[in-house]
């Protein structure tokens, strides 16, 4: 029985996804170790130093399904190494001499780091499928609600009015400079490995160069630079991208959470007769799917510290750091693609209440308008001497809990200069949401300008 969350019978839905689980399967890992020494012989062969029916022979046995994987297992038991006992399989299912070519010039970091790229290049592609689906879903939460009016807020108190088409187009913005930030990394993060033992490529030397474009060509990657064993930053960079966007994702949950608090009431994460929220009080509707996504978001930042750790080595060849790669990207990229699928399913069924919306405009009797008033009032007598003015009549109203229009109308000092239907029209919400309409449209557009 799986022993984690996201191989769990009964949770791996909620902290991963079937598609990312199959990326970072044992076999999709096992196929990629044989795809590496398939593609190298097969460049070898190009370039004369292996027989090409040798080459051919290494990539029809090169298949995950020809393996003994309960050997594979036993051979890493006794042998304490993870790519010895592949070797010597593969070399033995291959007819003729063609097993005296396995694995020629390589060293067994060079295979597995290249396994690992390959990997993160198949989990980029859902990334970037993920991310466009959701990006497609906030435009449209952002253009629905381009005008529909709402308090924001600011330490937790309402501050001025906006619309929640804007607080959905700053999201999508994020969105979108995360899409651009994983797009960007692909030419150093895509990048295969063929160093040999020290990273020298000591035993192909005078081939060595060649072989290495040509290998990397056959699997569809970046031609290094140079060994890059002790150089751990692509992955890093990768980490952090992914983190960055799980960070994302756990903060838009947090915020549809707390407006989905009862007393605000403002958005809903999607409801059907059937989702349960309590076992013992019938009436909850948690935000079960945005906790689900918060969570994830606690539990995949962790692992961008780790990836910065990774990247300690030592010398030429530190396997103490290599190995954690093993661990944290599986588990880091299965959980991220979780917390985008949870989330596209939140933000393109979510629930608005514009009516509830309204209602907590008046919670505070005028108050989130005081910064108009203000700046109405300066123009007479000076913006801090306004301040001072609305800042006291604004600690009333709160503290005897009455409208602010009424304290503001009592005070000859602010009457002298705004009459009752000018504090009134002042105190009008909808005419103080500043340029969110714009932003929205402006990023809507996808432009800076």
Known sequence: MPAHVIDSIFFKDLFGSAEMRAVFDDLNLLQ???????????????????????????????????????????????????????????????????????????????????????????????????????????AKLASEHRDTLMAGRTHGQQALPITFGFKAAVWLAEMRRHRARLAESKPRVLVGEFAGAAGTLASVSENGLAINARLMQELGLGVP????????????????????IVATLGKIAHEIIDLQKSEFGEVEEPFEMGKVGSSTMPHKRNPMLCESILTLARLTRRHATTAIDAMLHEHERDWSSFQMEWAYIPELCIMAHGALQLSLRVIGGLIVYPDNMLRNLEATHGALLAERVMLALGKHIGRQHAHDAVYEAA???????VPLGEVLKQNPAITAFLSAETIDSLLDPAQYTGLAGAFVDRVLRGSGG
């Open 225 to 244: 630079e140079i060994a890059w064993h002790t150089a751990r930053d692509n992955f890093a960079e990768f980490a952090g991208v992914i983190a960055m």
């Open 395 to 401: 600690m009333y109203a709160f503290e005897h809990r």
């Open 32 to 138: 990629k170790w044989l795809d590496y020494e398939a593609a190298l012989a097969r460049a070898e062969a190009a370039l004369g130093l292996v027989p090409a029916e040798a080459a051919a022979e290494i990539t029809r046995k090169a298949q995950a399904a020809n393996m003994d994987t309960a050997a594979i297992k036993q051979g890493i038991d006794k042998t304490v190494h993870p790519l010895v006992s592949v070797i010597w399989q593969l070399s033995e299912l291959c007819e003729g001499e063609a097993g005296r070519y396995v694995h020629w010039g390589a060293t067994t970091q060079d295979v597995m780091d290249t396994a690992i790229v390959l990997q993160i290049k198949e989990a980029i592609a859902l990334f970037e499928m993920a991310l466009d689906d959701l990006i497609g879903a906030l």
